[in-house]
């Protein structure tokens, strides 16, 4: 269902497959545009999984990583039953903050739905900004996907 593809000249790629849900829809038969940000959490969360670090192991560490800005480009719809690609990357990241990337397309003909970014800080459990590179347990991690 998911896989991870890449090299040291380029960053990280990590795919996940979503069937859209009837739930999903609007009442013109395609996908709420809310949805997508719920299905970018699903590819970020993934992601971080899918490297060994799940948000609970990264909140174990004492860091948090809220959406601090979202960018979404909107192409084409998806629909009912459609199965959706949400590809997902770490553009770039520094000791405070992360920016993400994801492309959304249709599995069958790879037609791109969505590209889109979030913005992401480093905090501690109060909200306050977090030096990232001294955690080098998750620093190291990102900087190998990057």
Not at 45 to 57: A, K, M, N, W
Not at 88 to 105: D, I, N, P, Q, R
Not at 124 to 144: A, D, F, M, S, T
């Amino acid at each position: 269902m998911c896989c991870i593809w890449g090299g040291l000249e380029a960053s990280v790629k990590f795919r996940t497959e979503i069937r859209v849900r009837y739930a999903e829809t609007d009442a013109m038969g395609i996908v709420y545009h809310g949805n997508y940000f719920d299905w970018m959490e699903v590819g970020r969360s993934e992601l971080f999984r899918s490297i060994g670090l799940p948000y609970t192991q990264i909140e174990e560490e004492g860091i948090y990583i809220p959406v601090i800005e979202v960018h979404c480009k909107y192409f084409r719809p998806a629909r009912y039953d459609d199965e959706v690609i949400v590809e997902t990357h770490v553009e770039k990241f520094s000791a405070a903050s992360g920016v993400l990337k994801y492309t959304m397309y249709l599995k069958k003909d790879n037609t791109i739905l969505v590209e889109a970014q979030t913005v992401h800080a480093f905090v501690n459990n109060k909200g306050r900004p977090v030096n990232i590179k001294k955690i080098p347990k998750i620093y190291n991690k990102l900087l190998e996907i990057t």
